[in-house]
């Protein structure tokens, strides 16, 4: 069963998914969807969404048969990436999403409206530290996957310039970080292995301290210490 047959439409902002529990969240992000957007039009907003879309890139199989960004925001990465689908608790970002052509579809990562076997693969961008129960999303993401569907993470550790950044931000009482739980590479990949995530490939960026000039794009290859992101690629362990 594709995608396409879940009883979701090719263009499409639905808000019929599952609702329950989102509230808070919801409101945090949509608070700041707008100036969230904008970011990325900015100097450093800019820079940072390159470096991380080529980081994406290098792991990343190539986008073949439907896939599904969860936490899509505003659409920037699913858009930019070729993916059609993505979830999201807050309407407004959802709004912006459908505007960049994605089938948005509120709902929650942990109890997803869609059928089993649905998705070649499944993309979370620092969506994990805001979920009420990442293990639980990450269960959810191989009942919608293929069996042999591509697991693709991108990770902001704790540890790194960007992670403490925020985490600065979180404990002045950001609207956004302070709800965050950010974590360290090691602490995913063991998160990732106990839902039965094989890690395949991984990728770095973002070296440069938030608020220092942008930087050239410069990504390394494997989980490098010092990065403000990875991305990782895992499989279903055998």
């Not at 960026?205 to 390394?220: D, K, M």
Request: hydrophobic share 45%; net charge neutral.
């Amino acid at each position: 069963t594709g995608a396409s047959d879940s009883g979701i439409s090719r263009s499409c902002l639905v808000a019929r998914a599952v609702t329950s529990g989102i509230g808070a969240m919801a409101d945090a992000f949509s608070s700041i969807a707008q100036s969230y957007d904008r970011w990325y039009d900015e100097p450093e907003g800019a820079s940072a969404f390159a470096a991380e879309l080529e980081c994406l890139r290098a792991v990343m199989p190539g986008v073949e048969g439907p896939w599904l960004e969860i936490g899509v925001g505003t659409g920037r990465f699913a858009a930019a990436l070729g993916i059609r689908h993505g979830l999201d608790p807050s309407m407004d970002m959802l709004r912006i999403a459908a505007g960049r052509g994605v089938c948005a579809v509120r709902g929650r990562g942990e109890t997803m409206p869609y059928a089993a076997n649905s998705f070649h693969g499944v993309l979370l961008v620092a969506t994990l530290c805001f979920a009420e129960d990442a293990s639980q999303v990450l269960r959810e993401a191989t009942r919608a996957l293929q069996p042999d569907g591509t697991r693709l993470i991108g990770h902001i550790p704790a540890d790194g310039p960007w992670g403490r950044a925020y985490a600065r931000k979180a404990a002045s009482g950001h609207p956004l970080y302070s709800r965050a739980r950010f974590t360290t590479a090691v602490a995913l990949v063991r998160l990732a292995t106990n839902a039965g995530y094989t890690l395949q490939r991984a990728a770095a960026t973002l070296f440069n301290e938030p608020g220092s000039p942008p930087a050239p794009v410069h990504v390394e290859p494997g989980i490098t210490s010092g990065a403000g992101f990875l991305a990782l690629a895992f499989a279903p362990t055998a």
